[in-house]
C-alpha cells in the first residue's frame, strides 16, 4: 500500500510529453484478438489498467513481448480460453471490451461484472443490446456469458452513445457476416482509434469520427502496427493542475483538434493556452476569473457526449474553479457518485455547494489547507493532487493506486515539473 505526500503551495513548470490515450489502448489492446497475425502497438501508456489488460490478454493464450517502453508486439494466435479470470477482471472497467473480438474469435466470451471506478452505476445493456443483434445469446447469473454459432451484420440503433459498448459493436461486426450500421454511436478519439487500428488490420468501417459507423464484415483481419493518439483527458488535467498552481507548462504530443472541445469550457474559468505545432503550453500570467454568461448569469460547465466536453474532466474543473475568482456550476450529468468527493475539498476549505448527486457550485477562489484523503476513482485522485499541490500545508492520498491506473510515472513528472510529492509505502 503507498500514500503520495505532497507539499502545496509550489507552482508547476517545465515541459512533459503527453502519453499515449488510456481509453484507446484498452480497446486496441482487445482488438489484438481479432487476428492470429502479429499486431505491434506503440505509444501504449504504463499505467495500471494497459497492465490488466495485457495480463488478461497474456491468460487467454496471447504472445506477448514487451519491445521498448510504450512499445509491444503481441500475437494470439492460439486463443486457448474464452473466460477470463475473474481476479484480473474485476480489476478494469475495459475487461468489457474483450467481449466484442473473443464473441468474434471464438463465438463466446465469459467473464464476471468488470470493476473500475465507483463512481456510481455503469450499466453494460447497451453492450448486450448491440451484440444481441449482431446474434450473440447472452445469459446473466451472477457473470455474464456471451455466445454464437455465427455473428451476423444488423442494423442497431444505440440507447445511449456509449464509448465501450460502441468498441464492442465494430469489434464483434468487423467479422459479422454481411453489413452493420450503428447510428447513436460515440465518436471520441479513442472510439476513432479503434477504428483507424482495425482498418489497418484490413476492416472495412466508414463513418469514422461521426454517430453513425458502417461496418462490412469480412471473412479474416491481418496484423499491423498501430500508434495510439495521445491523453486528451491527460493533457486537460494537466492544464488544470497549471492553472490552479498558477504555473507554466508545455505538453508535447498534442492533437491540436481533440483541444477544441476543452477550449470553450476552461475559457469560462479564465483559461487559455496556445498551441504550436503540437505543443500546448499554458502561461502563468492569465487572469483566473469567471467569465460570466450574458446579463452577468453563472455560467455551466456541464459534460455531453464528443464534441462535447469530457465528463473525465469534470473533477478536474471543480478542483481548479475553486482557485478562481467568481462562481460557476459544474454540471456532471452521467455518473450519480462521482461529484461525492467534493466533501473532501469542502474540508480542505473549498466553498462548494453539492446540490444535488449532479450539480455542484463552485465559489472562488478559496484558501485550501492540507487533508488526508482518499481517491475514490482515477479523475477524483488527480483533482486531489490538485487540490493539495494548491492546498497551504501537507497532504497525504491513500488509494493512489486508483490514480495511477489513468495517469502514467505520475510522482516522477510531477517532481519534474517542481511539485513537492513523494510516494511512501504504508502498512
Partial sequence: MYEYVIEGGYPIGGTITASGNKNAALPCLAAALLTDEPVIFHNIPEIQDTNVMIEILKSLGARVEKLSKHNWKIQCDNVTTSQLPRDLNKKVRGSILFAGPLLARTGKCEM????????????????????????????????????????????IFLDEASV???????????????????????CEPHVQDICNMIVAMGGKITGIGSNILTIEGVKKLHGCEFTIGPDYIEIGSYIGMAAATKGKITIKGVRAEEMRPLKYSFAKLGISWSINGDELTVPNTQELKVNEDLGNAIPKIDDMPWPGFPADLTSIMTVTATQVSGTVLIFEKMFESRMFFVDKLISMGAKITLCDPHRAVVCGPSMLHGDHLVSPDIRAGMAMVIAAMCAHGTSRISNVYQIERGYEDLVAQLQKLGAKIQKVEIE
Fill in 112 to 155: 464476471v461484472p468488470p470493476g473500475g471506478d465507483v463512481i456510481g452505476r455503469r450499466r453494460v445493456d447497451t453492450h448486450f443490446l448491440a451484440l444481441e443483434q449482431l446474434g450473440a445469446n447472452i445469459s446473466v447469473n451472477g457473470h455474464f456469458c456471451f455466445s454464437s454459432n455465427k455473428l451476423v451484420g444488423a442494423d
Fill in 164 to 186: 465501450t459498448a460502441t468498441e464492442n459493436a465494430v469489434m464483434a461486426a468487423c467479422l459479422a457476416e454481411g453489413k452493420t450500421i450503428i447510428q447513436n454511436a460515440a
